[in-house]
């Protein structure tokens, strides 16, 4: 299971961080996801078909097997002939085989097609539902840099999971059908030891066995390390990403404080983490080389060598000396299966560990609570948000404090149509209030009631811009075919962006062609376009130009149809709107608790 401490939660910083998955867990969990999603009965159709086209060639293959004996018999009759003959039946077999297997790439393609668009469409699903990614974000590494997992290694999963499964059945399938082959043809020999005879049925198919067990056997003992390995370098790279992310979101920052040199050093540093795990992945795979490519080589001559004693006595032709030796290979192919993919199945292992704990995570977010419950949120009656017995914890140095912030008066309410500002001591964190109130800060106690109405807008300092057409942007999240042109034409005007009002239908990056005044400005455009009954602002107006404050309030004072809260201390609001005034002050610090001890019995 995907743990968490909820004494840590509640007094240290809140964590899912404890992975303790199973493999068979792991593979529940992927179950569960496949099950659940939409390409399900695409996946089960091509995978019919994809067994059908498997069955068709394995009998290709026997029928192929046959033919050695005929044809190498006839070579060593120097028969002309029936040589001739044998090479028009090669072509029949040959061309057939050659058609499944161009069938078999595609249907194995479309599988893992399927497969990709099932798994990363559900993983994606959970991420961005009900504000877990924004919770695990706060409360695990997993949440940190979770752009690896959503699309690397959701892509290797369902690639490898396609190329594995499919090779897995067809090896079971070979050696099922060559297994009978293999018995029959190497049944009945009598060995003789001196003056000692005796027979083993069969006695190819066990020397097969025998060489594979010895295969896998030092494979495992050879590459035990790789599945680590590999689930350590997915880490590593997804850190590399998130810093070169990181660094090129934030380039202008960097030049102007001519930190091009630290964030260099900080990036060759993360590089130097993934190529140290690559070195170790490297060495562990060349270990690993020393045995499959060993039994590799020595399956060429090996095959011979346990048909030899027959073939020497005269009781095997030298055609069904040949059969016999491809009979052997094909069941030595099947049975060396997870030898020859050894290092695919750690990787394979590494993607789905690395998978389902993010999902497991997701799924689980929910259960990891501060301890007393945290900060509650109720729906109250409408037109109406109050706050009850209301305490805030902050984090300090990645800790969660056990003391806060409260807000003074005591139990406040706020009905419908208010202004209110909420300001407080020095050093208060006052978007935590902002956060708690929105669900997304839970570390507290109390409890904040909001009004029944769901139509309640949050406006953060840094207002979120996706990429896309300006018209999308200022209807975010909402789409922008149900607004008029016209008004979004008349909002833009009325905030102060006449300048880019006629290009709604351009695309761009607008996080980087707007300045902080006009990102503001364009969030209070959608405001207008949308018209909240209530709205809670952080700060909005803190470090924005006279000009651009002074529209901004302004606007604000025309929504007056709306709740309008404002946390902060910015006087044009108070100057615009007359709010009520309410303070956030600081929590005496509690005495230090009891260790709480338990005796064994």
């Known amino acids: 299971m995907v743990s968490s401490d909820p004494e ?6 809140p964590t899912a961080a404890t992975v303790e998955l199973s493999f068979s867990r792991q593979v529940r969990i992927a179950a569960d996801s496949f099950w659940a999603s939409s390409v399900r009965n695409r996946v089960f159709v091509v995978a019919g078909a994809l067994l059908a086209v498997i ?9 192929i097997n046959r033919w050695n004996v005929p044809f190498y018999n006839s070579l060593e009759r120097r028969d002309i002939d029936a040589f001739i003959r044998e090479l028009g039946n090669f072509g029949l077999i040959a061309g057939f085989l050659l058609l499944l297997n161009v069938v078999q790439t595609w249907l194995n393609q479309m599988t893992a097609l399927y497969m990709r668009e099932g798994l990363s469409r559900d993983v994606v699903d959970q991420w961005l539902k009900d504000r877990r990614a924004y919770r695990l974000s706060m409360s695990s590494p997993l949440g940190v840099n979770p752009d690896q997992r ?8 369902a690639e490898m999971t396609t190329s594995l499964s499919i090779g897995l059945v067809q090896a079971t399938i070979l050696l099922v059908s060559f297994i009978g082959v293999l018995w029959q043809m190497s049944s009945g020999f009598v060995f003789h030891v001196g003056d000692y005879s005796f027979s083993i049925p069969g006695y190819m198919v066990w020397g097969a066995l025998i060489y594979a067990a010895a295969a896998s056997l030092l494979s495992k003992v050879v590459g035990w390390r790789l599945t680590r390995l590999n689930a350590e370098r997915y880490a590593r790279e997804a850190d590399l990403r998130f810093s070169l992310m990181r660094a090129n979101e934030n380039l202008e920052a960097i030049a102007l404080a001519g930190g091009e040199e630290t964030e260099r050093r900080h990036i060759h540093e993360a590089i130097d983490s993934v190529l140290a795990v690559i070195r170790q992945l490297a060495m562990a795979l060349t270990n690993l080389t020393w045995v499959t490519a060993g039994f590799g080589w020595l399956a060429m001559i090996v095959p011979i060598l346990i048909a030899s004693p027959a073939y020497f006595a005269g009781t095997m032709t030298f055609g069904e000396l040949m059969a016999a030796a491809a009979a052997f290979n094909q069941v030595y192919s099947a049975l060396r299966w997870y030898v020859d993919n050894y290092g695919a199945i750690a990787d394979w292992q590494a993607a789905l560990l690395r998978v389902t704990v993010f999902r497991a995570a997701l799924m689980e977010i929910e259960d990891i609570k501060p301890k007393d419950g945290g900060i509650a949120i109720e729906v ?3 037109g109406k948000l109050s706050f009850e017995d209301l305490a805030i914890c902050p984090q300090i140095d990645g800790e969660i404090s056990r003391t806060g912030f409260r807000i003074r008066e005591q139990n406040p309410e706020i009905a419908a149509g208010e202004r209110i500002m909420v300001n407080g001591d020095q ?9 708690a109130i929105a669900g997304l800060w839970p570390y507290g106690k109390g409890t904040i009631r909001l009004p029944q109405e769901d139509n309640i807008l949050f406006v953060p300092q840094l207002e979120y811009l996706p990429e896309g057409k300006l018209k999308s942007v200022l209807a975010y999240p909402l789409a922008s075919a149900g607004i008029p042109e016209e008004a979004m034409v008349a909002a833009l005007k009325r905030v102060g962006l006449e300048r880019i009002a006629d290009k709604l239908d351009e695309r761009a990056r607008w996080d980087r062609l707007l300045d902080k005044d006009e990102q503001m400005a364009l969030a209070f455009a959608g405001l207008l376009l949308r018209k909240p ?15 651009t404050v002074a529209t901004l309030s302004s606007v604000m004072s025309e929504f ?11 006087g044009a609001f108070y100057d615009a709107t007359s709010p009520r005034l309410l303070h956030l002050e600081r ?3 509690e005495p230090p608790r009891p260790r709480e001890t338990t005796e064994a019995a």
């Open 560 to 570: 007056t149809d709306a709740t309008l809260i404002y946390i902060g201390r910015s």
């Open 380 to 382: 109250g009656p409408p």
């Open 427 to 435: 050093g208060v964190n006052r978007r935590l209030l902002f956060n």
């Open 533 to 547: 009954r209530w709205i809670v602002f952080n700060d909005v107006l803190e470090g924005l130009e006279s000009d």
């Open 55 to 63: 069955l068709l060639t394995t009998y290709g293959q026997v029928l």
């Open 8 to 13: 840590k939660a509640a007094n240290g910083r």
């Open 587 to 589: 929590l005496s610090p």
């Open 150 to 157: 959503l699309h690397e290694d959701a892509r290797k999963l």
